[in-house]
Each structure stands twice: as structure tokens, then as C-alpha cells.
């Protein structure tokens, strides 16, 4: 017992010695225990690292004349690690969404959801009744702007708020499972003539159809459910098939322990890359720099204070040790400004830092990229506030309460893309009755805030995966009995194929 080590390499100085007495252990050298911690620690510096430095060469190379393909060039390396990441989305989210969704008991599996999405649900809410706040206190919309030049053609096209609505639930349900995995539904509008009784005719605008680029997530994630509940009901027919996507998710995993090591040199790029794309900073910022203010204070009050807070009441936990395990992740998605992108790391962090079960993290933080949105919704509000006051339209309480709803509910159909916020921003205005045209001044700052949105997002994934971690040990006499027993149903299943099955050399030992 004597040379047994304390966890973390912390000395006990006050342990008693063999001999009866009681004096110090030789403490661990201060050289040894700081060469530890940077090796426990060494991604983390990476990234920090990373990031500075890819400031520093932005800021160094800005003052070099360089043409539009040679700044193309300074961000390739980014741009590997950002398709890196992509690549192993698709199978990442199926794969563990369908290994999670087998793997947990039915009730269990209802009660970690339903728990999952109020937490989702709550947190936008409150992100975009701070979001509404903090645009009433700054008003950034009380000072002259300037429209920039050349964003009117990205402005998304005219939307009825009902078709988008209608476009969200028709995600869900993609007819086409392979063309999801990269195109989505939209709602486009054409011109149709009809002709009156008296010779005359009417032009009505009618919806159609059309398939738009971009992975359709959300419905790739239900499907990835629904299949994963129906090879449990399918019992021992379904093993095969359940330890098939475990494996294939395990694989997908270690390729993400690869990347990240890649990560910090790609996002110093990134960063960089960007910083020497801005043109006339200085200009940008004196116009819409309360605009930009307003938005990444109240990311940092909901995501520095309110997150963390609700995970204390909770976990009775320090919710920035918690934030510390994930903090290559955060660099992550402020490089990508991508939530799909980083969910590999997320998961990645959440298990080995945060001591997050696999089982929770590859079924929560799958949805939660996909649902929870709260930096997007944030500053939905802010931006919409934002746009009445610079067209000096009073909102009454009917429309605040319009704004705080449809941001909370449109969030959900957000793609977890790059300026995925903006989509669904022309919503909320067409539902208040504000010009959509404005949107233009939301583009020309949303490289920037569309970085801290996706911070602010993942960091709500995390939370929540952490939060229902926390549910689950505190109701183990409930839900951990029913958990521990899908896991001995798994082994006993497992145990008879290698019996019953001779040809059968491909199974693992253990559930």
C-alpha cells in the first residue's frame, strides 16, 4: 500500500510512513510536474499556440501586397483541415447515432432524449432572450451605416416563413437517403398565369421544389435513430449489424485522434487566412461596431456565465475545469466556424477530459449539433433588433415575443455550416415584417460573429452531454441499472453467436 501512487501525482505529505510516524513524501520536483502537465496538456497548448500565431502572421502578412489567389494559398492548410473533418461527419453521426440508439434501453433512451432537448430547448430560449436584452441596451442600431458594396447577391432569396416551416419537416423526412448526405430540400417560387372568366388573368406565386447543396443533417440524424430502435427490436437478428456500426464508429474515431493532432496547424492558418482577407478593417468596425459588440458580449455573458452556471446548480461541478477539457474543441469550431465540423473533436474531448460515457456522447452531441443552436440564436436577436432600429421600426411586445420564438424554433433547421444563422435570419425578419435586403450588413461582419456563434454552440452540446452524464449517475439505481443491463444483453448476445456461430472469426470478446 505503501507504493501506491495518489491520483493525478498529487503528494499527501501528511500520509503516514512505514514506521509509525508521521513526516512528508519526497514531493514530485517542480520540473518533473510541469514537464507532466504540458504533456497531459500538450493539445491544448497546441491550439492556444496556434491560434496566436496564426494571428501574428495575419497581421504580419496584411501589410504585404499580395493578389486574391496568393491569400487563396495562405489558407489552404486550413482549408485541409476543415475537409478533414468533413469527410468523417456522415459517418461519424450515422454510425454513432445508430450504435447509441441500439445500445440504450427504450426508456432509458426516451428519458436521456427528453431530457436532452428540454436542456437544448431552455438554453436557446434564455440565449435569445439575452440577445434581445443586450440589442435594447447597446441599440447598435442607433448610429449611421454604411451598406458595404457587394454582399446584395448573397442575401438569401424571398421566403414565405410557412414554407420554411414546411422545408424543416421535409428534411426530416429525405426522400433520397444518399443525395441527403449532400443536398437538402428548398423551397423555390415560380410565376404562374392564371386566366379569369372574363379574359383576364391573375399571377400567382406558386412554390416548387428544388434540392439545394449541403449535407441535410437533421435528417440523416432521425433516420440514424429510428434505424438504431429498430435493430434493437430486432434482437439477436440485429447484432450483427449493431456491432458492425460500433466498429465502424470506433475506427471513425481513432482517424478523429489523428486529426487532432493536425488541428492546431490548421486552425493557425484558418485564422490566419482570414485576418488577411479583411479589407478596411477599420472602416468595418467603425460601422458596425456595436453591432459586433453587442453580439459577442452576450455570447460571452451566456456562455462564460449562464452555461456554466445552470451546469453548477446542477453537478454541484466547476464548470470551467469542464470547459478547460474541451477547450481544443472551442479552438476548433472558432477556426471552422462549423459545428459539424467539430463534433468529431467534440466527442473526442467530452470522453477522454470530461468523463462522458460513450454510449451519452455519440447519441447527445450528434443532436446536439444538429438542434441546439444558441450562439445562432443569440445573435438572430440581436440582428433582428439591430435591422428594425436601423429602419427606425418601434417593435411592440407581440413582435419581441415573434422574435424569440421563431429564432428558438428556426435554430433547430440551422445547418451546422458556416453562415448557416443567416438562412434563418431572413425568417425572423419576414415573420416581423422587417426588409430582408438589410441582411447584407449582417454578412459583411459575419466571418466574425459567426465564430464565437460556433463556440457558443458547441459549447452547449458539451454542457449537455455533461449535464445528462450527471442525470445518468444520480438516477444509476434507475437508469444505470437500465443502461448496465443493454451492456449485459450485449455480451450475452455476443457470447452466443461465438458459440452457435463457427464462421464467425470477426467478433470482438466483449460487448
Request: net charge negative.
Amino acid at each position: 500500500m505503501e507504493e501506491s501512487k495518489p491520483p493525478n501525482g498529487e503528494a499527501h505529505p501528511d500520509e503516514p510512513m512505514s514506521n509509525g510516524l508521521s513526516g512528508p513524501r519526497h514531493p514530485e520536483p517542480l520540473s518533473q510536474r510541469v514537464i507532466r502537465i504540458m504533456r497531459e496538456n500538450m493539445l491544448v497548448i497546441l491550439t492556444v499556440a496556434g491560434v496566436i500565431v496564426g494571428v501574428l502572421i495575419g497581421l504580419g502578412v496584411r501589410n504585404v501586397d499580395l493578389t486574391i489567389t496568393q491569400k487563396i494559398y495562405i489558407g489552404f492548410p486550413g482549408e485541409l483541415l476543415i475537409r478533414l473533418l468533413k469527410m468523417i461527419i456522415i459517418p461519424l453521426v450515422v454510425c454513432s447515432l445508430v450504435s447509441g440508439a441500439a445500445s440504450i434501453d427504450p426508456k432509458a433512451l426516451g428519458k436521456l432524449g427528453g431530457w436532452a432537448m428540454l436542456f437544448f430547448l431552455v438554453t436557446t430560449l434564455i440565449a435569445s432572450s439575452i440577445g434581445v436584452v443586450m440589442a435594447y441596451i447597446i441599440t447598435p442600431g442607433a448610429v449611421s451605416v454604411t451598406k458595404p458594396a457587394g454582399l446584395d447577391e448573397e442575401v438569401p432569396a424571398h421566403k414565405e416563413v410557412i414554407d420554411s416551416f414546411l422545408d424543416l419537416i421535409r428534411n426530416i423526412l429525405p426522400s433520397n437517403l444518399v443525395s441527403a448526405a449532400f443536398q437538402s430540400y428548398a423551397t423555390a417560387y415560380k410565376l404562374v398565369k392564371i386566366n379569369g372568366t372574363d379574359g383576364n388573368y391573375t399571377v400567382e406565386k406558386v412554390p416548387i421544389g428544388t434540392d439545394q447543396d449541403g449535407m441535410n443533417i437533421l435528417g440523416l440524424v432521425v433516420f440514424a435513430i429510428v434505424f438504431g430502435v429498430a435493430l434493437r427490436k430486432l434482437g439477436e437478428e440485429g447484432e450483427i449489424l449493431i456491432k458492425f456500426f460500433n466498429s465502424f464508429n470506433e475506427a471513425t474515431m481513432v482517424l478523429v485522434s489523428w486529426i487532432m493532432w493536425y488541428a492546431p496547424v490548421g486552425i493557425m492558418f484558418l485564422v490566419a487566412g482570414k485576418i488577411v482577407e479583411m479589407d478596411n478593417v477599420g472602416a468595418l468596425f467603425a460601422s458596425l461596431g456595436k453591432y459586433i459588440a453587442c453580439c459577442m458580449i452576450g455570447h460571452l455573458i451566456h456562455g462564460a456565465l449562464v452555461l456554466p452556471l445552470i451546469y453548477f446548480i446542477f453537478t454541484r461541478k466547476n464548470p470551467y475545469t469542464f470547459l478547460w477539457g474541451i477547450f481544443t474543441a472551442l479552438a476548433t469550431a472558432f477556426g471552422t466556424s462549423s459545428s459539424s465540423a467539430t463534433l468529431p473533436l467534440m466527442m473526442k474531448c467530452v470522453e477522454e477530459n470530461n468523463g462522458v460515457s460513450k454510449h451519452i456522447s455519440r447519441f447527445i452531441l450528434p443532436i446536439g449539433a444538429t438542434v441546439n443552436m444558441d450562439g445562432a440564436a443569440l445573435f438572430q436577436c440581436v440582428a433582428a433588433v439591430f435591422i428594425a432600429q436601423l429602419n427606425e421600426t418601434s417593435l411592440n411586445f407581440i413582435q419581441v415575443i415573434t422574435i424569440l420564438v421563431t429564432a428558438t424554433a428556426s435554430s433547430v433547421g440551422a445547418a451546422g455550416i458556416p453562415a448557416g444563422g443567416v438562412l434563418t435570419l431572413a425568417i425572423i425578419l419576414e415573420a416581423i415584417g422587417l426588409p430582408t435586403s438589410d441582411i447584407s450588413l449582417i454578412l459583411a461582419v459575419d466571418w466574425l460573429v459567426d465564430r464565437t456563434c460556433t463556440v457558443l454552440n458547441v459549447e452547449g452540446d458539451a454542457f449537455g452531454a455533461g449535464l445528462l452524464q450527471h442525470f445518468v449517475d444520480r438516477n444509476s439505481k434507475k437508469d444505470g441499472v437500465e443502461l448496465s443491463e443493454v451492456r449485459k444483453d450485449e455480451s450475452a448476445h455476443q457470447k452466443n453467436d461465438i458459440e452457435h456461430s463457427s464462421t464467425s472469426n470477426c467478433f470482438q470478446g466483449n460487448g
